[in-house]
C-alpha cells in the first residue's frame, strides 16, 4: 500500500482515525470504571494472568473481559462502517472531527463561565457571613466542603453547559478574554480605591486565565493561528506542507497528548486524575473550590488537541491523495 493508492489509503486514514478518536474516548471511558466503579484495568488483567495465584475475582474478571469485548466491538464496527461509507471524503472525517474538538472546547468554555460565576459568588457571600443567613445553615456548612460543592454545584453546571454548548455555536475566546481583563480590573479597583481585596478574586482570575489558554488551542490549531518559524516552510508547495503537518502531528502532536492522559491518569495519586477524584483545593480557605477542575483543563486541552490532530492529518492526507476538496487548515486554498 502506498500513500497514492487512492481508495486504499482513503480506507486506511479513515479507519485510523476513527480508531484513533475512539481510543481516546475508550481510555477516557476506562479511567472512569477504574477510579470511579472500581473496575480492574488491563494492567490488573495482566497481572492476574501472570500470577499463579491469581488476583481477581471472577466478577471483575468478567467486568475487564466485558469492556475489552466492547472495545474490540466498537474496532470492528469501525472498520465496517468504512468499507459501507466510501463516499465520505477524507474531508468529511477531518470536518467532523474539528467539529467534535470545538464541541469539546465550547461545553468547557460555558463550565469555566457558568462555574467561575457561582464559585465566586458563594465564596463572596461566605467571607462576608451573608450565606447562612441565605440559605440556612446545613446548606452553608455543606457548600463549605469543596466534594459537596464540586457534586451539586460544579458538576450539574457542566451537565448545562454540554447542553448549551450543543445549541450555541460560539466558542467564546473573545467574551472570555474580556471577562479575564474585567475581573483583573475589579480587583485593581476594589485594592487601590476601597482596599478590598479577597483570595477568590485571583483566584478567578486564574481560573478563566488558564481556560482560556489551554481550551483555545485547539482552535487555533485548526485557524492556522499558532506561531511558526515560516522562514522555509512558508515558501513550500502544498504538498511539501502536508508532508511536515501530517509527520509532525503523527510524530510529534498526538504522542503529547497520549503522554499527558497516560501520565495523568495513570493512577489514583496521578497528578491530574488524582485532583479530580480528591476535589483538591487551594491552601486559601476562604479562595474559590475550583482547583481540581484546572487540573482538568489539560485533560480538555488533550482530548481536544487529539481531535484536532486526527482532524488535521486526515486534510493533509487529503492533499497527498489529490482529493478534490482537499485544504490545509488554516490556509485560503
Given at each position: 500500500m502506498t500513500i497514492n493508492t487512492v481508495p486504499m489509503s482513503h480506507r486506511f486514514w479513515?479507519?485510523?482515525?476513527?480508531?484513533?478518536?475512539?481510543?481516546?474516548?475508550?481510555?477516557?471511558?476506562?479511567?472512569?470504571?477504574?477510579?470511579?466503579?472500581?473496575?480492574?484495568?488491563?494492567?490488573?488483567?495482566?497481572?492476574?494472568?501472570?500470577?499463579?495465584?491469581?488476583?481477581?475475582?471472577?466478577?471483575?474478571?468478567?467486568?475487564?473481559?466485558?469492556?475489552?469485548?466492547?472495545?474490540?466491538?466498537?474496532?470492528?464496527?469501525?472498520?465496517?462502517?468504512?468499507?459501507?461509507?466510501?463516499?465520505?471524503?477524507?474531508?468529511?472525517?477531518?470536518?467532523?472531527?474539528?467539529?467534535?474538538?470545538?464541541?469539546?472546547?465550547?461545553?468547557?468554555?460555558?463550565?469555566?463561565?457558568l462555574i467561575g460565576i457561582a464559585d465566586s459568588v458563594i465564596s463572596f457571600l461566605r467571607i462576608e457571613d451573608f450565606l447562612t443567613p441565605l440559605v440556612g445553615e446545613a446548606l452553608s456548612q455543606n457548600l463549605d466542603k469543596a466534594s459537596w460543592r464540586g457534586t451539586f454545584v460544579h458538576y450539574p453546571l457542566i451537565a448545562i453547559s454540554l447542553v448549551i454548548a450543543k445549541v450555541s455555536r460560539s466558542l467564546g475566546f473573545t467574551w472570555l478574554a474580556l471577562l479575564v481583563v474585567?475581573?483583573?480590573?475589579?480587583?485593581?479597583?476594589?485594592?487601590?480605591?476601597?482596599?478590598?481585596?479577597?483570595?477568590?478574586?485571583?483566584?478567578?482570575?486564574?481560573?478563566?486565565?488558564?481556560?482560556?489558554?489551554?481550551?483555545?488551542?485547539?482552535?487555533?490549531?485548526?485557524?492556522?493561528?499558532?506561531?511558526?518559524?515560516?522562514?522555509?516552510?512558508?515558501?513550500?508547495?502544498?504538498?511539501?506542507?502536508?508532508?511536515?503537518?501530517?509527520?509532525?502531528?503523527?510524530?510529534?502532536?498526538?504522542?503529547?497528548?497520549?503522554?499527558?492522559?497516560?501520565?495523568?491518569?495513570?493512577?489514583?495519586?496521578?497528578?491530574?486524575?488524582?485532583?479530580i477524584i480528591s476535589f483538591e483545593m487551594s491552601q486559601s480557605g476562604y479562595g474559590m473550590y475550583v482547583k481540581y477542575l484546572m487540573a482538568g483543563f489539560l485533560l480538555v486541552f488533550a482530548v481536544s488537541m487529539a481531535f484536532q490532530f486526527v482532524s488535521y492529518i486526515l486534510s493533509n492526507i487529503a492533499i497527498l491523495v489529490h482529493a478534490k476538496d482537499a485544504q490545509i487548515a488554516g490556509e485560503e486554498s
Open positions: 479513515r479507519s485510523a482515525s476513527a480508531m484513533m478518536v475512539a481510543t481516546v474516548l475508550l481510555f477516557l471511558i476506562s479511567r472512569y470504571l477504574m477510579f470511579w466503579l472500581g473496575v480492574p484495568g488491563v494492567d490488573d488483567l495482566t497481572e492476574h494472568l501472570s500470577d499463579t495465584e491469581g488476583t481477581l475475582s471472577t466478577g471483575k474478571l468478567l467486568q475487564t473481559g466485558a469492556f475489552l469485548a466492547v472495545s474490540f466491538i466498537i474496532f470492528f464496527l469501525i472498520i465496517r462502517w468504512v468499507k459501507k461509507t466510501p463516499q465520505i471524503s477524507l474531508m468529511d472525517d477531518s470536518t467532523r472531527y474539528a467539529a467534535w474538538a470545538a464541541y469539546v472546547v465550547r461545553a468547557a468554555f460555558w463550565s469555566i463561565f474585567i475581573s483583573e480590573f475589579c480587583i485593581v479597583l476594589s485594592r487601590f480605591i476601597f482596599s478590598y481585596e479577597q483570595a477568590f478574586m485571583g483566584d478567578l482570575v486564574r481560573f478563566w486565565y488558564a481556560g482560556l489558554f489551554l481550551f483555545a488551542s485547539a482552535y487555533t490549531l485548526v485557524e492556522g493561528g499558532h506561531v511558526r518559524v515560516d522562514v522555509v516552510y512558508a515558501s513550500m508547495s502544498h504538498r511539501a506542507k502536508a508532508w511536515i503537518n501530517t509527520f509532525g502531528s503523527i510524530l510529534l502532536g498526538l504522542p503529547v497528548c497520549w503522554i499527558i492522559l497516560t501520565m495523568g491518569m495513570d493512577t489514583k495519586q496521578s497528578s491530574l486524575i488524582g485532583p
